[in-house]
């Protein structure tokens, strides 16, 4: 007899904002979300992914660098 797993995950991750000190930049990240599930048996893998559904938009980050040399 064969085994049957079903698998689940879910993951999320929060917006961040960090400073790198050694250039003046600001980096922010945007939300990120996915979900995740399986079937498989000995012989069998299925599996879907869902991820980012509801984002607008493909930027996935952005930088912004403060500069008294340039404007």
Known sequence: MSAIEIKEVVHYAT?????WSDSNTIYRSRNFH?????????????????????????VGASLMMSSDYYS
Request: glycine share 10%.
């Open 34 to 58: 996915s979900i995740e599930g399986g079937w498989s048996n000995d012989n069998w893998n299925v599996r879907f992914t869902a991820a980012n559904i509801f984002n607008k938009g493909w």
């Open 15 to 19: 917006p961040e904002r960090q400073l």
